[in-house]
T-cell receptor
Framework: EAQVTQNPRYLITVTGKKLTVTCSQNMNHEYMSWYRQDPGLGLRQIYYSMNVEVTDKGDVPEGYKVSRKEKRNFPLILESPSPNQTSLYFC????????????FGPGTRLTVT | GDSVTQMEGPVTLSEEAFLTINCTYTATGYPSLFWYVQYPGEGLQLLLKATKADDKGSNKGFEATYRKETTSFHLEKGSVQVSDSAVYFCALTISNDYKLSFGAGTTVTVRA
């Protein structure tokens, strides 16, 4: 089954404790992206990747890191999480960027206390 | 910068009612426009899209027409069902760009 998977689905952590949210896709897509969803703000793009070893900032990259060492994986790293990073996070992939449909993972709900 | 504005919710309707969700955009280039839907507890999925002016996207009884003159991409459905209860997002991307900009989302609840 073609899908985007994220782990963990739910995470509660404390300020400053480094964490990684994994994202994997099995569709051989070139493009992958991370978003955060907050009430009243819709989805905002954090980082995206056009291909292996090629990443770029979205609209809200501060406090986040990404890497794309393999085509199928695109982990999101929070090196020192803060409470304002409490949010619902989505990973997405598409064949390419631009007008191609993006396929979304099920989401990771992160709470930072 | 490029942005999308969609009508605020929540919207509550009865089954078989007509649904319209307004979406307008601001873009520096020639955008592709999308409607994504998020059912409770799930990720987003593409509902429909249009890539050039006057294109009409349609899927599952929903329609939206890309209106360049009014910079709009309003979503419509003639007769909603309870299963259409979801959050609807309008979004755009510029050709050859890799950034997707979303509106704030509109929550739609359909009552039996």
């Amino acid at each position: 089954e073609a899908q985007v998977t994220q782990n963990p689905r739910y995470l509660i952590t404390v300020t400053g404790k480094k964490l990684t949210v994994t994202c994997s896709q099995n569709m051989n897509h070139e493009y992958m992206s991370w978003y955060r969803q907050d009430p009243g703000l819709g989805l905002r793009q954090i980082y995206y990747s056009m291909n292996v070893e090629v990443t770029d900032k979205g609209d809200v990259p501060e406090g986040y890191k990404v890497s794309r060492k393999e085509k199928r994986n695109f982990p999101l790293i929070l090196e020192s999480p803060s409470p304002n990073q409490t949010s619902l996070y989505f990973c997405a992939s598409s064949l390419e960027g631009g007008s191609y449909e993006q396929y979304f993972g099920p989401g990771t709900r992160l709470t930072v206390t | 910068g490029d942005s999308v504005t969609q009508m605020e919710g929540p919207v509550t309707l009865s089954e078989e009612a007509f649904l319209t969700i307004n979406c307008t955009y601001t873009a520096t280039g020639y955008p592709s426009l999308f409607w994504y839907v998020q059912y409770p507890g799930e990720g987003l999925q593409l509902l429909l899209k249009a890539t050039k002016a006057d294109d009409k996207g349609s899927n599952k009884g929903f329609e939206a027409t890309y209106r360049k003159e009014t910079t709009s991409f309003h979503l419509e459905k003639g007769s909603v069902q309870v299963s259409d209860s979801a959050v609807y997002f309008c979004a755009l991307t510029i050709s050859n760009d890799y950034k997707l900009s979303f509106g704030a989302g509109t929550t739609v609840t359909v009552r039996a």
